[in-house]
């Protein structure tokens, strides 16, 4: 298994930004950035980084703010600023892909985004997607209503004025995922809903920077971004000829049993994009990249770079 190793950098606001990338060699044709999800971090994706590098792609993966090493050193996990954090995130991918663009002049750039990543990860592609040749969007979401989000940021926002933007939300944890384990009955964990594949279930439950609550300021940015990134307007702000590849398991309550991805599929297509691909996993769930199918996954990726050179 490739080693991942581990950099930083300071952002354009001071922070420490921490992230892993794997060496480059003579058979490398291209490079992947990878933003990860909610509550996890980018070692979990070392299997995928191994595979895709025996097979000459490279990859960069940051611990995004709140999150792995960077929430770790800051001091803070589910966190990512007092004020416009997801702006503030977004421009630590910009700003770590300007490293990576320096760093390999030469090689065609991709980005994948898993779950919350995902969400990240379109708005990169809204607001510089001209930077990559490709964007892989998995397990995204259209997010609740936006009715529902609205409230959601009511309830953070008092939250924050009443326990500081720092508060652990169990209130808004609740909200946001409290239905997801229950199209899984009877469970056997309280993430059933992430995989089939036991093993990576229990994993995720072992890991201390896995799983954890995250602030109420990380809700109110969440929401924020969500409103951002499933706007029609910004949609058609993105590249009309970037290739985007969306994939999703067919059994993930994330993306409410798939419909939410077919639906950003359509709408990516309303806004005229003219290459969008979709892959559905029948009956794999939240974590495709850990499923029990994983190399079937990381198969269809690759396949998706390689057009793409």
Not at 264 to 286: C, E, N, W
């Amino acid at each position: 298994m490739i080693r991942l190793d581990p950099q930083n950098f300071e952002a354009s606001d001071g922070a420490r930004i921490y992230y892993y990338s794997t060496p480059r060699n003579l058979d490398t044709k291209a490079v992947l950035i990878i933003v990860h999800g909610m509550a996890e971090h980018a070692i979990r994706y070392t299997e995928f980084a191994d595979f895709l590098y025996r097979r000459g792609v490279i990859v960069y993966a940051i611990d995004q703010r709140g999150h792995g090493m960077t929430g770790t050193f800051d001091g803070t996990l589910g966190y990512f600023d007092d004020v416009d954090g997801w702006q503030r995130i977004v421009e630590d991918i910009n700003e770590l892909t300007e490293r990576v663009r320096e760093e390999n002049p030469d090689l065609p750039l991709f980005i994948l985004g898993h779950s919350m990543g995902s969400v990240v990860t379109r708005t990169c592609l809204i607001d510089f997607g001209g930077l990559f040749q490709g964007g892989v969007i998995v397990g995204t979401t259209m997010g609740v209503s936006k009715a529902v989000r609205s409230l959601g940021k009511a309830i953070a926002k008092a939250e924050i004025a009443k326990y500081g933007p720092t508060h652990p939300s169990e209130r808004l944890t609740k909200m946001s995922f409290g239905s997801y384990n229950k199209k899984f009955a009877p469970n056997r964990t309280e993430y059933d809903w992430l995989s089939v594949n036991a093993l990576n279930v229990d994993t995720y439950l072992k890991d201390p920077l896995c799983g954890f609550t995250c602030t109420s300021a990380f809700f109110y940015d969440l929401f924020t971004g969500l409103d951002y990134a499933n706007d029609p307007r910004n949609i058609f702000r993105m590249p009309a000829d970037l290739p985007i590849y969306l994939i999703s398991g067919g059994s993930d309550p994330v993306s409410n049993m798939g419909k939410e991805v077919r639906a950003l599929y359509q709408r990516f297509k309303k806004a005229d994009m003219k290459d969008v691909s979709i892959t559905l996993y029948p009956g794999k769930r939240h974590e495709v990249l850990n499923e029990t199918n994983r190399r079937e996954v990381y198969q269809d990726i690759l396949s998706f770079i390689q057009k793409h050179f």
